[in-house]
């Protein structure tokens, strides 16, 4: 995949992940958007790379909606769309949590994913292609130690690009999953256009990747071999064997490590 003179639309880009894809999409020459909840985040990071700015409830299918035809009117059609926004919710909330609270991640983890793809999906197809690249999580293919809204929301994610691959990719619509594990982001306190702070000791979490070497890796994918799975922790392919193995062998191990996990606490 060629990338300089792309459309792209990057959606949490006010910092981590979202911020360094749109940051490199721009060095490599793509017309990108910069969208995101943090109004003042979108207006730094758009100011910085020369990009448009517009900020998104992600959660929001007119808002979704709104994002692409303001890209459209200052570039035209969007070639790649990177449904990047997220957040998590309290591991310790168990099943606690409101259902309001429950209806939000799922808005925005979940359905952000389709109102993107209803937005960009059919003008791909009439121009003969385009690129979804969907950030989702480890999460999505091994649970762990994640809240259950978002472990929820991440398998579902995943899902969801597996079903438009397998009903688009034939037409020319290429989908991508980033499914990195730990990661400095704004989840961990990283800055709003923040992209290559050393991240601190998270213990537990293993290596904690830069969101900028996430981003690089993420993108050489997308133009080299156009994977599925983009994976830049190798632990994570090796887990998912694992788990693909002998499915209930893993519960039982997972099981045990997180309740050693929390007795440490």
């Known amino acids: 995949m060629e990338v300089a003179g792309k459309v792209v639309v990057v959606t949490g880009a ?16 793509a017309k990108v958007v910069i969208s995101d909840v943090n109004s003042d985040g979108v207006a ?18 007119a808002a979704v909606d709104a994002l692409v035809a303001a890209a459209t009117a200052e570039y035209g059609p969007v070639d790649i769309f990177c449904s990047n926004a997220g ?3 309290a591991p310790t909330a168990g099943l606690t949590g409101s259902v309001e609270d ?39 293919l091994i649970t762990g130690p994640s809240a259950p809204g978002y472990t929820l929301t991440k398998h579902g994610a995943l ?18 999953c980033l499914c990195p594990n ?13 992209i290559s702070s050393t991240p601190p ?3 537990a979490l293993g290596e904690v990747m830069k969101s900028s070497d996430v981003a690089n890796f993420t993108i050489d994918a997308m133009m080299t071999t156009e994977p599925f799975l983009v994976l830049p922790h190798t ?23 997180l309740l050693k996990m929390r007795q440490e606490q």
């Open 102 to 140: 429950y209806q939000r991640i799922v808005d925005v983890n979940l359905l952000a994913h389709v109102w993107a793809a209803k937005a960009v999906v059919p003008s791909m197809v009439e121009r003969g292609g385009g690129y979804l690249l969907q950030t989702i999580s480890s999460a999505s």
């Open 87 to 89: 957040y998590s919710d």
């Open 44 to 61: 730094l990071v758009a100011s910085r790379l020369g990009a448009l700015g517009v900020t998104t409830d992600v959660g929001d299918a």
């Open 201 to 203: 000791d998270m213990g």
């Open 159 to 176: 899902g969801f690009a597996e079903w438009v691959t397998l009903n688009y990719g034939h037409l020319g619509v290429r989908v991508s």
């Open 14 to 29: 006010a910092s981590g992940i979202g911020c360094a894809l749109a940051s490199r999409f721009s060095e490599l020459g």
């Open 235 to 257: 632990r994570v392919a090796d887990s998912f064997l694992r788990k693909a193995t002998n499915y209930d062998e893993w519960i039982a191990g997972t099981r045990r490590r």
């Open 182 to 194: 730990a990661v400095y982001t704004g989840m961990f306190g990283l800055e709003a256009g923040d």
